[in-house]
């Protein structure tokens, strides 16, 4: 009975021990707390002996302007750490620890937000404007994600803190997840959409672009007016109305982008020998049209022929206009050349209907915009 009590009185007198260390602990954490900031400080010019980093800059801009917060996290930290003197108590332990960590969580979580703010503000939106060239909606998706990481991260801290069964809670969570995830497919299949769109860049506000929505009707030609979180919105040529398509739509057809061409105007001037009358205008415009149309790129829609009187004799010059367009130099290259074999075809043509002709100069080109 003896060796109980003295049992007994050996485990109160450890635990008043271990509590009066903790209330030390408790009285000091303050004093601890605010000796954090000064700590990072030396930490910071520690590792800039090995790392390419401005310690000073780094601390004024993430550091200095939270030192009242590092300083309660720091405090908090430091109980934290002193709470495992009561750890083999578990029920003071969780008692404690409830409060402990729910305010070390709370102050990490906060000093995390705002420096992700700023982060967000002085780097992510330069980058977002270099990038894209100007600041969207992209950047609040970006912010909310970093948002619910931390949030996630601190709800983690505090169970970690708490001995709870982080397995049984990630699998619960990851249940929930499958079936808020299944509920919101076209929801997610959207906001996955506007991230492509971004990511690839295939459009931006401004910008013309020529598309299919129904393979049985005609292409829609329309000016870019905005790209949201949801949908983009395009204001169709000639109607002057504005079609709002999800951006899961847009990120699956295929999408030409007109204001990025190039174009180039090709003018060749044929000097007849003679006036043509009506019948050898149309001729000759057929003769141009059907020999131009067996090289790739050129149709009835980009060729032009206008007639007027010749200059040096009685005669009709014939102006024929090719509208040459590509998407970069080399094929413009490659466009130059199928004219060139193209105006050799009308050439050989016109002469077996004995129309005689001069070229009283080279094929002149011209840089001209895109344009629907």
């Not at 009590?5 to 954490?29: C, H, N, Y």
């Not at 969207?136 to 994600?145: N, T």
């Not at 499958?178 to 497919?185: C, E, R, W």
């Not at 174009?263 to 149309?282: H, N, P, Q, T």
Request: glycine residues 6%; positive net charge; charged residues 20%.
């Amino acid at each position: 009975m003896v060796q109980i009590e003295w049992e007994i009185l050996q485990e109160v007198l450890v635990l008043m021990l271990r509590l009066g260390l903790f209330s030390l602990a408790a009285i000091i954490s303050p004093f601890v707390g605010r000796f954090f900031p000064q700590f990072i400080w030396r930490f910071l010019q520690f590792i800039q002996r090995y790392v390419s980093i401005d310690a000073k800059h780094t601390y004024d801009q993430f550091v200095k302007s939270f030192q009242n917060l590092i300083a309660i996290s720091g405090t908090f930290l430091f109980l934290a750490l002193a709470l495992n003197l009561l750890a083999q108590y578990e029920e003071i332990y969780q008692f404690l620890g409830f409060f402990i960590y729910f305010c070390l969580s709370v102050t990490l979580a906060w000093i995390a937000l705002k420096i992700s703010r700023q982060l967000i503000r002085r780097t992510v939106i330069s980058l977002v404007q270099r990038w894209f060239g100007e600041v969207s909606e992209v950047v609040l998706i970006f912010e909310s994600l970093i948002y619910v990481v931390i949030i996630i991260l601190a709800g983690i801290i505090f169970a970690i803190g708490l001995r709870l069964n982080i397995t049984a809670i990630v699998a619960s969570l990851g249940i929930s997840g499958v079936a808020i995830a299944f509920g919101a497919q076209q929801t997610l299949s959207r906001l996955f959409g506007t991230l492509e769109i971004y990511l690839d860049r295939p459009y931006r506000p401004g910008e013309y672009i020529r598309i299919n929505f129904n393979p049985y009707d005609e292409d829609a030609y329309g000016r870019i007016e905005s790209i949201g979180l949801r949908s983009t919105k395009i204001r169709l040529v000639a109607r002057n109305t504005i079609t709002i398509v999800p951006n899961s739509l847009m990120a699956d057809k295929r999408i030409e982008n007109v204001s990025r061409g190039k174009k180039i105007v090709a003018m060749l001037c044929l000097d007849f020998l003679r006036v043509l009358d009506s019948g050898e205008r149309a001729l000759v415009k057929q003769v141009v049209q059907e020999a131009s149309e067996v090289f790739w790129g050129f149709t009835k829609a980009s060729i032009h022929v206008q007639y007027c009187a010749s200059d040096q004799q009685a005669g009709t010059r014939a102006r024929i206009i090719f509208f040459i367009s590509s998407v970069d130099e080399s094929s413009l290259g490659l466009r130059k050349r199928l004219l060139e074999l193209a105006n050799s075809a009308i050439a050989h043509k016109l002469a077996g209907y004995n129309l005689k002709f001069t070229t009283p100069e080279p094929v002149v080109y011209i840089d001209s915009p895109m344009s629907l």
